[in-house]
């Protein structure tokens, strides 16, 4: 392994610890299709837990959450199976994410950005 490996490599991990040591955790919930699992036919649209993941909230002023388009923007570990459309849920507050944009230094991936939008429950 070259030094620049063992660099990038590290850098990985000085990502992994500043995530982890934000303190928080986020439970991931992904939406079921309607009809998804069902031999006989459609069924009512449900979640499924996915588990729960280290995350970092970023603290962005309104103005830069406006201009990206977010209610909030967090960070996650790359390994952690979050995919579009999945809700998070930080603090019992529930959002949707919305963009998932990898992060790496010079070709190494070190986190996740999530743009996510505050879920809009109806009713």
């Known amino acids: 392994m070259t030094r620049f490996e063992r660099q990038t490599g590290q850098a990985a991990r000085d990502v992994e610890w500043m995530i982890r040591k934000s303190g ?3 439970t991931v919930t992904r939406p079921v299709k309607v009809g998804e699992g069902s031999f ?3 069924h009512a649209a449900s979640e499924t837990v996915v588990g729960s993941i280290p995350i970092e909230m970023k603290d962005l002023p309104q103005k830069d959450l406006v201009e990206i ?6 960070s996650v570990l790359p390994d ?3 995919e579009e459309q999945d ?3 930080v603090k019992g507050i529930r959002y949707r994410v919305t963009q998932i944009k990898q992060q790496n230094l010079f070709g190494e991936v070190t986190h996740l950005d999530l743009q996510l939008e505050l879920e809009k429950r109806h009713g």
Not at 69 to 74: E, R, S
Request: proline residues 0%; glycine residues 16%; hydrophobic residues 55%.
């Open 24 to 26: 928080l955790t986020a």
């Open 80 to 82: 952690c199976g979050i």
């Open 87 to 89: 809700f998070v849920e």
């Open 69 to 74: 388009g977010a209610d909030a923007v967090a």
């Open 40 to 42: 006989f036919g459609s």
